[in-house]
């Protein structure tokens, strides 16, 4: 079946390391998201890609870094630059085109120790 | 730049009540309208959506949700809510992003959180 995967499901991570979440899909999708979500503040985007090799920022990318190698592929990189990383972390998928609906991944819960 | 407001941050019904959530969407242009629900940590299904046409949609679980333009709303209904349906619901609108070529990005509303209660 097709989808999106997201691992690992928790992360744990210590005060200035760096962190990479995995998102893979197998749904033939151009463009691929992530987004922030904490409570409250529903969700943020922090990076978009609608094409291999090219990838925008969202309204949050500040402390974060992605890459779009192959167009399964998004992973999403926390720095030490991001001052507060714990959080849920949600990649979505879609064809890109108008009036396209998201599929979602099922989560990265990060936590800073 | 387009934005979504979903008034309550909490809304609490009896089983087999009837349920309303409110969103208000802000778009210069024809928007496009979805509702996603949130199980606990777990990503966002898809419950319905409006394109265009017929301004009430049917979407899964018996959900439905009508677009009024004059109100700037896409409120989502439910005649009988089941305990199943206690999860986090989110409205978000879609637009043209135009520094990035017309591709299409969702922005989605802080979510209501649905306490069903016997």
């Known amino acids: 079946d097709g989808g999106i995967t997201q691992s690992p499901k928790y992360l744990f991570r210590k005060e200035g390391q760096n962190v990479t979440l995995s998102c893979e899909q197998n749904l033939n999708h151009d463009a691929m998201y992530w987004y922030r979500q904490d409570p409250g503040q529903g969700l943020r985007l922090i990076y978009y890609?609608?094409?291999?090799?090219?990838?925008q920022k969202g309204d949050i990318a500040e402390g974060y870094s992605v890459s779009r190698e192959k167009k399964e592929s998004f992973p999403l990189t926390v720095t030490s630059a991001q001052k507060n990383p714990t959080a849920f972390y949600l990649c979505?998928?879609?064809?890109?085109?108008?009036?396209?609906?998201?599929?979602f991944g099922s989560g990265t819960r990060l936590t800073v120790v | 730049a387009q934005s979504v407001t979903q008034p309550d941050i909490h809304i609490t019904v009896s089983e087999g009540a009837s349920l309303e959530l409110r969103c208000n969407y802000s778009?210069?242009?024809?928007?496009?309208l979805f509702w996603y629900v949130q199980s606990p940590g777990q990503g966002l299904q898809l419950l319905l959506k409006?394109?265009?046409?017929?301004?009430l949609v049917q979407g899964i679980k018996g959900f439905e949700a009508e677009f009024k333009r004059s109100q700037s709303s896409f409120n989502l209904r439910k005649p009988s809510v089941h305990w199943s349906d206690a999860a986090e619901y989110f409205c978000a609108v879609g637009a043209a992003d135009i520094s990035n070529f017309g591709n299409e990005k969702l922005t989605f509303g802080t979510g209501t959180r649905l306490t069903i209660i016997p």
């Open positions: 409006y394109f265009s046409g017929d301004t």
């Open positions: 979505a998928s879609s064809t890109g085109r108008y009036q396209a609906s998201y599929t």
């Open positions: 890609s609608h094409i291999v090799n090219d990838f």
């Open positions: 778009y210069g242009a024809t928007p496009y």
